[in-house]
């Protein structure tokens, strides 16, 4: 059995939505769901079959929506990105809401249940599960769909997204607090239930993660490549990007595509290198222009790339183009093949000027690589399409 574990992270669970866009087009199809916080809500939409409505509801989803925007403690916690360095004013917000009884959640129940069809999840031939913590027994609790009272689903996805920061609403005589204090990415409770294969989607938020009990159980984890912004900055300018970064970093993971900030599609070594060699020319010089490219050429830029001088052709490619897509600030969220990116590049301006033709000539004559600007220009005039 196949099951999809989604980690807890507010509003960078718009990244989960984006790599399960790309599942779904691989072909992944999913026996199981489970999910923390906000991987339990996406999860409940994405179990009941309603993955374009979880895509159009990020879409449109903003702070006001789920908030009362007119308290000012609202402000600065919008804006917070949640780490172990904001635990000390994450604690003092924490005292001054519960003080005042937090932030009211109405709004986002109002939203949950329009969205979440309860009946629908529970015909739905796929395991459902969330991750909570009864506050009131101290201790965790893990459940699914058929553990969870009929009719109140919805009051359990609240239950495992309730900050520290939200108001506490009894649920049958009980408090309960977000699943994340006890675990963030509950991959155990589909290994346990004897799923042989996991997919995992990482947000890289605040909460514990427990360690994984089943070495046997294969998983493919999806993470994202950068900061995914605050953890309540529900603002359609990081959901927009938290939703191709999503699709980016799954395809990435999927395909096992090249790059680390840049996603490329990867091409074999042979055929680079053939692609290389058809196009470089030879030179009238004492060294044939294609020995020159290999022996001299790439080794000095593996150096400057601070990679071993022996590094394969396509390692220094690859390191080479993402460093020149990054110094044009090219839109690093687009899937790329390395012909592609190379292209882009030359059509993109120069982030510094080239060295001069007296230069230039300097170095030809004393038999020095070119500058690393012209050197990787050059290669790209060979990948390119």
């Known amino acids: 059995m196949l099951g999809l574990v989604l980690e807890g992270?507010?509003?960078?669970?718009?990244?989960?939505?984006?790599?399960?866009?790309?599942?779904?087009?691989?072909?992944?199809?999913?026996?199981?769901?489970?999910?923390?916080?906000?991987?339990?809500?996406?999860?409940?939409?994405?179990?009941?079959?309603?993955?374009?409505?979880?895509?159009?509801?990020?879409?449109?989803?903003?702070?006001?929506?789920?908030?009362?925007?007119?308290?000012?403690?609202?402000?600065?916690?919008?804006?917070?990105?949640?780490?172990?360095?904001?635990?000390?004013?994450?604690?003092?917000?924490?005292?001054?809401?519960?003080?005042?009884?937090?932030?009211?959640?109405?709004?986002?129940?109002?939203?949950?249940?329009?969205?979440?069809?309860?009946?629908?999840?529970?015909?739905?031939?796929?395991?459902?599960?969330?991750?909570?913590?009864?506050?009131?027994?101290?201790?965790?609790?893990?459940?699914?769909?058929?553990?969870?009272?009929?009719?109140?689903?919805?009051?359990?996805?609240?239950?495992?997204?309730?900050?520290?920061?939200?108001?506490?609403?009894?649920?049958?005589?009980?408090?309960?607090?977000?699943?994340?204090?006890?675990?963030?990415?509950?991959?155990?409770?589909?290994?346990?239930?004897?799923?042989?294969?996991?997919?995992?989607?990482?947000?890289?938020?605040?909460?514990?993660?427990?360690?994984?009990?089943?070495?046997?159980?294969?998983?493919?984890?999806?993470?994202?490549?950068?900061?995914?912004?605050?953890?309540?900055?529900?603002?359609?300018?990081?959901t927009q990007k938290n939703l191709k970064m999503g699709y980016r970093d799954a395809m990435r993971a999927i395909c096992r595509m090249k790059g680390t900030r840049f996603c490329i599609a990867p091409m074999e070594e042979a055929e680079l290198v053939a692609r290389l060699l058809a196009r470089a020319s030879a030179s009238d010089g004492e060294m044939d222009a294609r020995q020159y490219l290999f022996q001299k050429t790439l080794p000095a830029l593996a150096r400057a790339l601070q990679l071993n001088a022996d590094a394969p052709c396509g390692t220094v490619l690859y390191a080479l183009l993402e460093r020149m897509a990054t110094e044009r600030k090219l839109d690093s969220l687009e899937i790329r093949t390395l012909p592609q990116l190379a292209a882009e590049i030359l059509a993109a301006p120069r982030p510094r000027p080239i060295a001069n033709p007296v230069e230039r000539a300097i170095r030809s004559v004393r038999g020095e690589p070119v500058s690393f600007d012209e050197a990787g220009e050059m290669l790209c005039q060979m990948l390119a399409e």
């Open 9 to 238: 992270g507010g509003a960078r669970g718009a990244f989960q939505i984006g790599a399960f866009q790309a599942l779904n087009e691989k072909g992944f199809r999913f026996d199981g769901i489970v999910g923390t916080s906000i991987g339990a809500i996406n999860g409940a939409l994405l179990a009941q079959g309603d993955f374009e409505l979880a895509q159009a509801w990020w879409q449109r989803l903003t702070a006001n929506m789920l908030f009362n925007t007119q308290d000012e403690r609202l402000d600065r916690l919008l804006s917070l990105e949640f780490d172990r360095d904001t635990l000390s004013y994450l604690a003092t917000a924490a005292r001054e809401l519960v003080e005042k009884r937090g932030l009211d959640t109405a709004p986002i129940r109002r939203l949950l249940n329009i969205v979440i069809n309860e009946p629908k999840l529970r015909a739905m031939n796929t395991d459902f599960g969330i991750v909570t913590v009864n506050l009131t027994d101290l201790k965790h609790a893990e459940l699914f769909k058929e553990d969870i009272p009929r009719g109140k689903l919805v009051d359990y996805l609240m239950a495992s997204a309730n900050l520290p920061v939200f108001r506490l609403e009894p649920l049958d005589g009980k408090l309960f607090i977000d699943g994340g204090f006890y675990d963030n990415c509950p991959m155990n409770m589909l290994a346990r239930r004897g799923y042989e294969q996991l997919v995992a989607v990482r947000t890289l938020s605040l909460g514990r993660s427990r360690k994984f009990e089943y070495p046997q159980v294969q998983v493919l984890t999806i993470r994202p490549a950068e900061s995914l912004g605050p953890i309540l900055g529900f603002d359609p300018k990081y």
